[in-house]
């Protein structure tokens, strides 16, 4: 396995002759992670993973300067996962200054978490943009969990056509249904078992829309689980269109996401389930 930045990279790549896919992430490696390595590596000749906490997409109150980063083990799990190249930048690499030009998100950039963490998405795009061309993937492995940021990334790859196949898996759980997430080791065992109020709103909800029950009944039955949890404070709670992120109507018939984001202990959750109406 190879590591470094833009240099070694550069050389790296134009080596190359199949396949490419790239998953990109901020390190902290969990299994959801490895996950993404797997489907990687079962698709494309050779897999890049990267390893940067992009500034860009942190808030200034955010948890940028705190955010876990354990680069030893980092390598090591992509060593296991059988990545060929781990793509670690310097933060002076990728931004000798503060960029000018960015990727604007729109407007499904500022609703949800976009309105929760103002700039967040154009920060997301502008460094998964910069990764697509440094990287010159195939192929893009991202995690369903981040289902706003997975829906914009596919938005830019259509509409700046960077002719990439993009691949998303389905949200990687514990054992006891949160889903996983690098800030998960921020939350002690109180707050942990608060935050499991998360998946059990959504699979109420689910239940719920089994039945056959419109949208207003299937927010109901999520928010009376999320309202019994002391100590999880609710950001959104919405069943939107997937198309669009737009809140859905209630006629409304066909592919929709239960989006959830809350605050536990400090620490910002998200998830999400899939509903067919
Ligand atoms: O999902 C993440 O870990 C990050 O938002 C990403 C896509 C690596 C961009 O920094």
């Known amino acids: 396995m190879d590591v470094g930045g833009i240099q070694a990279l550069r050389a790296w790549r134009a080596a190359q002759t199949g396949t490419v896919a790239l998953v990109p992430t901020m390190g902290a490696l969990h299994s959801g992670h490895r996950a993404l390595m797997a489907r990687a590596r079962a698709s494309a000749d050779v897999v890049v993973a990267s390893i940067f906490v992009n500034p860009l997409q942190f808030g200034a109150d955010e948890d940028f300067v705190r955010y876990p980063r354990p680069f030893s083990a980092d390598l090591a799990a992509c060593g296991e996962a059988g990545v060929d190249f781990v793509f670690a930048p310097a933060l002076g690499e990728m931004y000798p200054s503060a960029p000018e030009v960015r990727v604007s998100s729109g407007r499904m950039g500022e609703v949800f978490e976009g309105a929760s963490r103002p700039g967040h998405f154009d920060g997301v795009l502008t460094v998964v943009a910069k990764l697509f061309n440094l990287i010159a993937p195939h192929q893009a492995v991202f995690g369903l969990k981040d289902i706003q940021q997975f829906c914009l990334v596919q938005r830019m790859i259509a509409d700046l056509d960077f002719g990439i196949e993009l691949i998303g898996l389905p949200v990687v759980r514990d054992a006891d249904g949160l889903a996983m997430s690098s800030r998960n080791q921020y939350l002690d065992a109180a707050e942990r078992q608060c935050a499991l109020a998360i998946p059990h709103a959504l699979q109420a909800a689910t239940a719920v829309a089994e039945q056959g029950s419109r949208p ?14 002391h100590g999880l404070e609710l950001d959104y709670l919405s069943l939107v269109e997937a198309a669009t992120f737009r809140p859905c109507p209630p006629d409304f018939c066909g592919s929709t996401l239960l989006l959830v984001s809350a605050n536990v202990g400090g620490t910002h959750l998200i998830d999400n389930a899939p509903i067919e109406l």
């Open 216 to 229: 207003e009944a299937i927010e109901a039955a999520a928010r009376e689980v999320l309202d019994s949890a």
